[in-house]
């Protein structure tokens, strides 16, 4: 079977609709075809400098939010990245290949930066660290949001020059972008990605916020002056975003809203969008809480899954520090 991998970072008390839309819902269906890993960013969380009992249990809430979500952990090796030590010793190796211009065209560290976070040496090598996670499972596909597009290419960059320096070694990943989903925007200023650092809460739909609160703040998003319910990203981004979301979670094709809408008005998508969301995330507010009341057993789970996790990455390490001239460990 060919194998998915994705991770998410632990930097939010609830992951919002666009970590779910943009990426677990596509983490989920690929465990039907692919062997399945995934896990819990918290080395890249350290990037922004969390308080350290705040990361741990967003770390445990994280990986809950992706069994609510539908991540199966008996099918799927679901883990905590720094369970898994392999990951930052191939993070080394592959530092020694990428350029140092190279990183600093990444544009998210660039993003991060301007919107204050101290320029620490992690966020700046923030994606190597990310190529690592993805290279080190032989990982065929990476399901990702549209904003993860570059760090995927310098991964896909990274594997095809170790193997032409060293030979083949590393499988060259291929992204999973869903072209309508894989960019859900901000309710209240819909030309910019739904973000957990957005600049008000009132466009951030946070995955376990009492339903009634998102109910509201869907029915005051921002829309345009016209009338017409149409997908149009450029004209239309406002109610474009709401037939995405719509969209995705109903699972109707926008063009069949379009024609469902015709004659409506904004009110009835925002009502109607406002119910399919609170029905999607209902259960999945409940599933969580419910794992969450017994943190032994998610621990459990998670040591699991990072013993299976170390298995295959321990593997491809040796078969990396073998290639690049390291002495082998007896
Ligand atoms: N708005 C979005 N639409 C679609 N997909 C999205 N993702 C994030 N935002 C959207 C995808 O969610 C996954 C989690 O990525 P992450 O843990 O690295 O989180 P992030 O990208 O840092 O999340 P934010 O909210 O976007 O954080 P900030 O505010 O720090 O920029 C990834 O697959 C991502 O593509």
Redesign the pocket.
Known sequence: KPRSL????P??DSL?L??Y???LVEMVKLQETHDAFYFI?DL?ALTVAPEPEVLRERTRVTAAQFIAGGVDPARSVLFVQSHVHQHTELTWVLSTLTGFGEAGRMTQFKD?TAKGHSANVGLFTYPILMASDILIYDSDVV??????RQHLELSRDLAARFNQRFGDTLVVPEPHIMKE?????DLQEPTA??????ATDAGLINLLEDPKRIAKKIRSAVTDTEREIRFDVENKPGVSNLLSIHSALSGVPVSALETAYEGKGYGDLKKDVADVVVAAITPFRERTLSLMADPAELDRILADGAARAAEVAEATVRRVYDRVGLLPRL
């Open positions: 994705s991770g998410m970072q930097t939010s919002h666009g970590n839309i943009g990426a960013a890249h991060k399901p990702v949001g549209e904003d993860q989903t894989a960019k859900i925007q990605k739904m973000s957990k650092s957005a």
